[in-house]
């Protein structure tokens, strides 16, 4: 079979075809043949050795988010048979209930190999089915992107009808974020430095829109459009995605007792310009949100396959231009998830 690897972590340009054996099943596991795969921020930092000890340093096949058929399953493996459509989990051992060190170190495509590879072995523990209406492309945007932001706005969240979410960018995770929150009955403010990328956000169900680079201090806009309802003194929901350019008008934009969804570190990983203040003298809970556990994707895709939900994908790449698909989601171009066709599908 073929595995997209990296030799080394030296960016999309290390990537490179290798022949492997296909693995077979062991007890409680699954062969499954990849129909496709997708790529997120953090696989941008693996590609480059930015965890570090924390990764595989040669001949990592990357990628933790890959969707396709049953090919085989292992000894006492019951709830999947050959033919079922399947995709991964991001953490392949961390089934429910909250996180343990254990559970966070079970993600592949990091210290081990990912999803970029035409056969893979996972761990019943580490798959879902997959909703009918979906692609092996769209499902495969589900395991990080998906679940995250998921998690963000149900899991944790706790999102009720008539909460007002403001959410950075139009990547994977925000624009999963704007649909699940008005599944929820929510009202959604997404920002973006595109007027053209906010119509397409508009077209998808958004309230309301802010180009961060016409208004660079957005966060009182953000506050007043919540306002405007009456009810509010601000923004029950922030999905924090910018890090530490974004996180001061993130805590402006939140209202009294309301919630930052601390999701991506995009603009940095520091907290210089953090005002402390603003977190703790307004009551407001600063949550992480790392993906989630095997019964909150299980969840989320019976929420999508009973609303017939589609993901936005910008562009599906073929498996021979994998490292064009890294450079095009570098280039923060994309507008949703960007994949990779691994088989085909």
């Known amino acids: 079979m073929r595995a997209m690897i990296f ?13 492997r054996p296909v693995p077979e099943p062991g007890p409680g596991e699954v062969l499954v043949k ?9 696989d941008l930092l693996i590609a480059k050795g930015g965890y570090r000890s924390r990764q595989k340093q040669a001949d990592l096949v990357p990628l933790s988010d890959g969707a396709g058929t049953v090919e085989a399953v292992g000894p006492g493996v019951h709830a999947f048979k050959a033919g079922d459509r399947v995709t991964a989990c991001f953490f392949l051992d961390w089934p429910a209930g909250t996180a343990t060190e254990h559970a966070m170190e079970s993600d592949s495509g990091r210290a081990v190999d990912g999803m970029l ?16 209406h979906l692609s092996d492309a769209e499902a495969a945007s589900l395991t990080c992107a998906g679940l995250t932001a998921w998690s963000a706005i149900v899991r944790l969240g706790r999102a009720e009808p008539g909460d007002t979410i403001l959410t950075q960018g139009t990547g994977g995770v925000s624009l999963f974020a704007l649909q699940f929150a008005k599944m929820a009955g929510c009202r959604v403010c997404v920002t973006s430095s595109s007027d053209e990328k906010l ?3 508009r077209a998808l169900g958004a309230d309301h829109g802010i180009n961060y680079a016409a208004t660079p201090e957005w ?3 953000g506050k007043d459009w919540a306002m405007s309802f009456g009810a509010s003194d601000g923004i029950d929901n922030v999905i924090e995605l910018g890090g530490t350019e974004t996180m001061k008008q993130s805590l402006i934009a939140v209202r009294p007792g309301g919630t930052l969804s601390l999701i991506g570190v995009l603009s940095g990983a520091t907290t210089g310009n953090v005002l402390l203040p603003f977190i703790v003298s307004r009551d407001v809970r600063l949550q992480g949100v790392t993906v989630g556990p095997r019964d909150a994707m299980q969840q989320m895709c019976k929420a999508i396959d009973a609303a017939k939900m589609k993901p936005v994908i910008d562009k599906v790449f073929a498996f021979e231009d994998a490292a064009e698909a890294y450079r095009y989601l570098q280039s923060g171009a994309h507008f949703g998830k960007v994949c990779i066709s691994v088989s085909g599908t």
Do not use: C, F, K, W
Not at 7 to 13: I, K, L, R, S, V
Not at 118 to 132: A, C, K, N, Q, W
């Open 7 to 19: 030799e080394t972590p030296d960016g999309p340009d290390a990537l490179m075809v290798s022949e």
């Open 34 to 42: 990849i129909g496709a795969a997708s790529i997120n921020y953090r």
């Open 219 to 221: 966060g009182q806009p």
């Open 199 to 201: 119509e397409r956000a």
């Open 117 to 132: 590879q035409e056969y893979r072995t996972i761990p019943v523990s580490g798959l879902v089915h997959t909703p009918d």
